[in-house]
């Protein structure tokens, strides 16, 4: 049926179920952590080394994370070349209950010295007045380029925050 368990030093225990050939979806099922508990997934990535072109056309990103002691998202869309540069694009910021919608954001992108990934910085003008770097994965099908699907990770110190990517269409 595509069920495993998986048992970790320090009493983490994980349930998980495999899907399409190279994913598979994870929950948590030990008590260590009280109510806390977590859920994702395992793709696998597209390629071995991360290009530029991998990341062309619009595309859509949502972000969820902590900034300081409050819960913050990030939703928007943005449109990048294929060469590194992010020329446009609109954000919607909500932290802890303070909106800032539709701020205008540019950015770049490149790799990086880990050949499997790459870096996106955003810069958010007023009121935000920040930039926000990630670190990127492509995991769509090798067939497809421009990537399809991208993981998104925060690398800003003190400030985590995941989520994804998807191409427009």
């Known amino acids: 049926n595509g069920r495993g368990i998986a048992s970790f030093t320090g009493g983490r225990t994980y349930v998980f179920y495999v899907g399409q050939p190279g994913s598979a979806f994870f929950q948590e099922t030990d008590a260590s952590h009280g109510t806390v508990t977590c859920d994702g997934f395992l793709a696998q990535q597209q390629s071995a080394s ?4 991998l990341i062309t056309g619009n595309y859509a990103i ?6 300081g002691a409050s819960i913050q998202q990030l939703v928007g869309e943005m449109a990048s070349n294929g060469a590194g540069s992010v020329s ?3 954000i919607d910021v909500n932290t802890g209950g303070t909106l ?5 954001v540019t950015g770049a992108y490149a790799t990086s010295s880990s050949a499997e990934r790459g870096t996106l910085t955003l810069a958010l003008p007023s009121p935000l ?4 770097d990630f670190a990127v994965y492509a995991i769509t099908s090798p067939l497809a380029v421009p990537s399809q699907r991208i993981i ?3 690398i800003d110190a003190g400030l985590p925050a995941s989520g994804q990517m ?3 269409f």
């Open 50 to 53: 991360f290009s530029p072109g």
């Open 62 to 67: 949502a972000t969820s994370g902590l900034s």
């Open 88 to 90: 446009s694009g609109a």
């Open 100 to 104: 800032s919608p539709g701020v205008a």
């Open 129 to 132: 007045n920040q930039p926000r």
């Open 152 to 154: 998104v990770i925060r």
């Open 166 to 168: 998807y191409r427009q």
